[in-house]
């Protein structure tokens, strides 16, 4: 069990970019695949987006084609870069660890390591 950590949380401007990094992916084992959960104020926890070893990715449907997750082998860290960000983005954002299962399910049992959350908050 590997407590992974995010960085780039901050307050934007609605309309405006974030970039978000999880460090010690490393730490993962070799075949896994890694997430991005948010938990929003008064809201259930959810996944936003993973990726698989294979390089898959997966979305869910309110930040697809806004948001895009991706590996950086060089620095180790699991990345969400969120553009056209708005207040519905407000939110604690998590970055995560998974093994075995559907991995494109989003089910946070399958997820074994987790950071401690970022806040991203999106103003008007």
């Known amino acids: 069990q590997v407590r992974l950590v995010e960085s780039g949380g901050g307050s934007v401007q609605s309309g405006g970019s974030l970039r978000l990094s999880c460090e010690g992916s490393?730490?993962?084992?070799?075949?896994?695949?890694m997430a991005w959960f948010r938990q929003a104020p008064g809201k259930e926890r959810e996944g936003v987006a993973a990726?698989?070893?294979?390089?898959?990715?997966t979305y869910v449907d309110s930040v697809r084609g806004r948001f895009t997750i991706s590996q950086d082998k060089v620095k180790n860290t699991l990345d969400l870069q969120m553009n056209n960000l708005t207040t519905e983005d407000t939110a604690v954002y998590y970055c995560?660890?998974?093994?075995?299962?559907?991995?494109?399910?989003?089910?946070?049992?399958?997820?074994?390591?987790w950071g401690q959350g970022t806040q991203v908050t999106v103003s008007s």
């Open positions: 990726i698989h070893t294979t390089g898959d990715t």
């Open positions: 490393a730490y993962s084992h070799s075949n896994n695949y």
């Open positions: 995560a660890a998974g093994y075995g299962g559907i991995w494109w399910s989003f089910r946070e049992s399958q997820f074994k390591s």
